[in-house]
Nanobody
Framework: QVHVVESGGGLVQPGGSLRLSCEVS????????TAWFRQVPGKEREFVVT????????YYADSVKGRFTITRDNANNMAYLQMKDLKPEDTAVYYC?????????????????WGQGTQVTVSS
């Protein structure tokens, strides 16, 4: 059974930093692309960033480029999202997703397995 579990969310002040973690089990992690999406109530889930299986390719949404960094640890089936210079508009539930064959990096239906999400709130 596949499990995708996010952690690390919380409340942070504007300009602060957080690191989200994603633990994946039940599949050959090195064969899967990893991505982060986020969602606020009443809006569609929004693409944040994706990374290929080897960690040699990344693609960021313009809204987070230069502030967020995705990494992955294939030896331990983990992915991370380091977020810095956080803004109130970054407030959302953040989801980790994995997919084996990705026809479109930014589309939710490209990813087969999802975590339950972790809340990030940026507020003073």
């Amino acid at each position: 059974q596949v499990h995708v579990v996010e952690s690390g969310g919380g409340l942070v002040q504007p300009g602060g930093s957080l690191r989200l973690s994603c633990e994946v089990s039940g599949l050959p992690f090195t064969s899967y692309v990893t991505a982060w999406f986020r969602q606020v109530p009443g809006k569609e889930r929004e693409f944040v960033v994706t990374m290929n299986q080897a960690g040699s390719f990344t693609y960021y949404a313009d809204s987070v480029k230069g502030r967020f960094t995705i990494t992955r640890d294939n030896a331990n089936n983990m992915a991370y999202l380091q977020m810095k210079d956080l803004k109130p508009e970054d407030t959302a539930v953040y989801y980790c997703a994995v997919g084996e064959a990705i026809p479109n990096w930014k589309v939710t239906t490209s990813y087969e397995y999802w975590g339950q999400g972790t809340q990030v709130t940026v507020s003073s």
